[in-house]
């Protein structure tokens, strides 16, 4: 381990809080600190050695952040704002783990996390009204709050592949790298998946390796990082308009990724559709966009993602660029997706992944046309008897999203009702933050919340700055309970659910949906109508005294 907390393993033993906190990434240590701003004691949870959440567990070569740094940071200390120099456009994993560990340091968070242990139980006793929860490690605590920030991505999918306990040489899953890295110079590697994680990995690995196999299920679509290091002139001009910056973050969907960018540029599309302009127009703002690099690409035309003409021109262009850049055709070929509508799976944004299958020491193998029958020893065999050898396999095979981490802890609300019944067929929530049936239970950038189609940071700072207000509100008007109502919650799942059919993300069987995991229900789990939207509708319940809650003293 690497950041090891170094504290001993102290266990809490009856012990009451106002709050308790399961997760101590980016939403758990902002929480702890408001909550401490407002005088209530807390206690907070976390399994890995120290802070940072995903970016304490994904070290993978080559894991950076797809949103900007200078926007996937905190917005609530102008101090810190000021003395923290981000190094790159996009920050590498190592940098953002620094960022973490200082932010503990300078709010002096540790003392109230307890690390190396993982929540097993929270359960709500109607009686006392009081969550009670346990860990693994025999802790045992209670508080009249019980807040989730255990990350939308923090459960490691177990691919249903035949054989991969088998392999004699070592594997590694992205999401849980060793800490003190990984040499895989001299070495062959295999790599199973082709997302987000995969793609940033894969340049990396490819350039140490003697060679590297990528098994490839479903190509996705890529667009540049145009990753550069940061002019500290330009850093400055960005701070002295760090609150202006921090607004367009919180508003708009495409500039909560950041608007930063070498040109000037508001965050919004360039266009509403493509309909009605000529095809160079059309080009050359594609271009444009792909040159500026990253996630704003998908914005550039208002309506890709509720147009399939629209989409199906964007995605033309992407897989023309990926023909463009790959020399062998049939690996171009393979490379290009075409089962999905663009940016209906996560969108990725890469550092010369395209280009690396230029290289020498790189073999695509489509495992969709012939899947692995079976990983053994040495490598693994395909359905249709072709062999590959390697020294190392690489997993990037993806996570139970934004459903596995609530659902992997007992979870029992009034009258001892279980989360994961309450969610057989899907998770429900009113506001992604509430659970009808579970008083006192808040879940940060939950299900039915923007979530994992924002910049995480932002709204993560939004959900923890609406619930300590929620709490400051009962406090002053002496509830001691609050609920989300059925019939609110109903109504906003239906809600959630329209905005999604709406769009063309239902199409794309992504993990968004839960697609990724045999027998998860198909839930569109984000809500899709974008940060500033979101924002006004949540701003407006709290304004109106919780509208949709219910409250008793
Ligand atoms: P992912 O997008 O779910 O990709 C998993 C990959 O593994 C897919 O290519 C999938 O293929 C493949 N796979 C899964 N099970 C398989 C099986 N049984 N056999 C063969 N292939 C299999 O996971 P991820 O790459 O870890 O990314 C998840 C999310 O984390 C991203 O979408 C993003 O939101 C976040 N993330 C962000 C960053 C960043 O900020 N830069 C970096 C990494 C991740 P199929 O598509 O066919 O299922």
Not at 381 to 401: K, P, S
Request: overall charge neutral.
């Amino acid at each position: 381990m690497s950041s090891s907390s170094q504290q001993p393993l102290e266990h809490d033993d009856n012990e009451e809080f106002d709050v308790i906190v399961v997760g101590a990434g980016f939403a758990g240590m902002y929480l702890l600190h408001r909550l401490r701003g407002m005088g209530l004691s807390a206690r907070v949870y976390e399994t890995g050695a120290s802070v940072g959440g995903t970016w304490y567990w994904n070290r993978y070569p080559g894991a950076r952040c797809d949103a900007e740094s200078l926007a996937y940071s905190y917005s609530f200390s102008r101090e810190l704002e000021d003395e923290w120099n981000w190094s790159e456009r996009y920050a590498t994993q190592p940098e953002i783990l620094r960022y973490a560990e200082r932010v503990a340091a300078k709010f002096d968070l540790k003392r109230d996390i307890r690390f190396e242990r993982r929540v097993t139980r929270a359960h709500f006793d109607d009686a006392s009204g009081r969550w009670t929860v346990e860990t693994d490690r025999g802790d045992r605590a209670s508080a009249r709050f019980c807040v989730m920030a255990t990350g939308c991505l923090s459960v490691p999918q177990v691919p249903q592949i035949a054989g991969l306990e088998d392999f004699a040489g070592p594997t590694y899953w992205t999401s849980k790298w060793p800490h003190d890295g990984v040499d895989f110079a001299g070495r062959r590697v295999g790599i199973i998946g082709t997302g987000s994680s995969a793609i940033q990995a894969i340049p990396v690995i490819a350039a140490q390796a003697k060679h590297l196999t990528v098994f490839q299920r479903t190509p996705n679509f890529s667009v540049p990082a145009c990753n550069a290091p940061l002019d500290p002139k330009f850093v400055d001009a960005f701070k002295a308009n760090y609150p202006g910056h921090r607004q367009n973050h919180r508003l708009g969907m495409g500039a909560g990724f950041g608007d930063l960018t070498v040109e000037p540029h508001p965050g919004g599309p360039a266009i509403e559709t493509a309909a009605g302009r000529s095809e160079k127009e059309v080009r050359e703002l594609l271009e444009k966009y792909w040159r500026i690099g990253g996630a704003h690409f998908i914005g550039a035309i208002a309506d890709t993602m509720m147009n399939p003409d629209t989409n199906r021109i964007v995605a033309d262009f992407v897989r023309g660029k990926i023909r463009a850049t790959v020399k062998d055709p049939a690996t171009a070929d393979a490379l290009c997706p075409t089962s999905h509508p663009i940016g209906t799976k996560r969108i990725c944004v890469d550092t010369d992944y395209y280009e690396t299958f230029n290289r020498a020491n790189v073999k695509l193998v489509d495992i969709r046309k012939n899947p692995i029958d079976r990983v053994d020893a040495t490598g693994l065999r395909l359905q249709n008897g072709e062999r590959h050898d390697f020294d190392a396999l690489v997993l990037a095979t993806g996570f139970d999203a934004m459903t596995g981490a609530l659902l992997k802890i007992d979870v029992r609300g009034a009258g001892g009702r279980s989360l994961r019944d309450a969610w057989a067929t899907g998770p429900r929530t009113y506001l992604g933050i509430g659970v009808a049936g579970f008083p006192n239970l808040f879940t940060i950038t939950g299900p039915g919340s923007p979530s994992v189609l924002s910049n995480m940071l932002v709204s993560i700072e939004q959900h923890v700055d609406w619930t300590v207000a929620c709490i400051d509100y009962m406090r002053k008007n002496g509830y001691r309970r609050i609920e989300a109502q059925q019939a609110s919650q109903d109504q906003w799942v239906g809600h959630v659910n329209e905005v999604a059919d709406a769009t063309l993300f239902p199409q794309g069987g992504s993990w968004y949906l839960g697609a990724n995991i045999p027998g998860k229900p198909r839930v569109f789990m984000p809500y899709a109508a974008g940060v500033g939207v979101y924002r006004e509708i949540a701003d407006r319940v709290a304004a109106n005294g919780y509208e949709g809650f219910a409250f008793a003293r």
